[in-house]
């Protein structure tokens, strides 16, 4: 069965500086990897998707993620983040149709 | 183009009553897709349709929750007798890939039980 964690249920991190947010995952098949950014009262906004190919994805808003089979991770990085970042950011893995999603990270940019 | 939109945004019930919410896909996609977002549980997949059938209803929690979809469009998520658990906000997903590489989520309904 798959299953998606989050590692970090909040992170703290001052305007500008670098941010990473971790997500493993576990599945006996090939899947695919996304990013989901929430930011409050919205709905879900993809950030990136690892669906095959280069291991490192670009996203929007500056983000990136690597994708590492051999971890079996796919964190999310930033190298200056800003207030506007402020969200929660929700990782997702799919190997059939469904979705199956992380906890979630809370990133508060402070300043 | 227009995006995967929920009606309506907001909803608040009194417990025993029945509840629909309302989801428009992107025109065009036929997988659908209806998820739960509530505190404690985080965001649980509820039920999958391709074109107007449901073949994986499995996240459904309960035989008061019920979903159909008509036309390969439009999909209502019907909840019977509503209780105070079943407050969260419902999201509604769509994507051209059956294999659901990249789903595109609506703005979601948040149902408050009372």
């Known amino acids: 069965a798959q299953s998606v964690t989050q590692l970090d249920s909040q992170v703290p991190v001052f305007e500008e500086a670098p941010v990473e947010l971790r997500c493993n995952y576990s599945?006996?098949?090939?899947?695919?990897l996304f990013w989901y950014v929430q930011y409050p009262n919205q709905g879900l906004q993809l950030l990136l998707k690892?669906?095959?190919?280069?291991?490192l994805v670009k996203g929007i808003n500056g983000f990136e993620a690597e994708f590492n089979k051999s971890q079996t991770s796919f964190h999310l990085r930033k190298p200056s983040v800003h207030i506007s970042d402020t969200a929660e950011y929700f990782c997702?893995?799919?190997?059939?149709?469904?979705?199956?999603f992380g906890t979630g990270t809370r990133l508060k940019v402070l300043a | 183009g227009a995006g995967v939109s929920q009606s309506p945004s907001n909803k608040v019930t009194e417990k025993g009553k029945d509840v629909e919410l309302r989801c428009d896909p992107i025109?065009?996609?036929?997988?659908l897709y209806w998820y739960r977002q509530s505190l404690g549980q985080g965001l649980e997949f509820l039920i999958y349709?391709?074109?107007?059938?449901?073949?994986?209803k499995s996240g459904l929690p309960s035989d008061r929750f019920s979903a159909e979809r008509t036309g390969g469009s439009v999909s209502t998520l019907t909840i019977q007798r509503t209780q105070q658990e079943d407050s969260a906000v419902y999201l509604c997903?769509?994507?051209?890939?059956?294999?659901?590489?990249?789903?595109?989520f609506g703005p979601g309904t948040r149902l408050t039980v009372t």
């Open positions: 997903a769509s994507s051209s890939d059956p294999g659901g590489s990249e789903q595109y």
């Open positions: 599945s006996s098949v090939s899947v695919y």
């Open positions: 690892y669906l095959s190919g280069s291991t």
């Open positions: 997702a893995a799919t190997g059939t149709y469904k979705y199956i």
């Open positions: 025109s065009g996609h036929t997988a």
């Open positions: 349709f391709q074109g107007n059938s449901a073949p994986d």
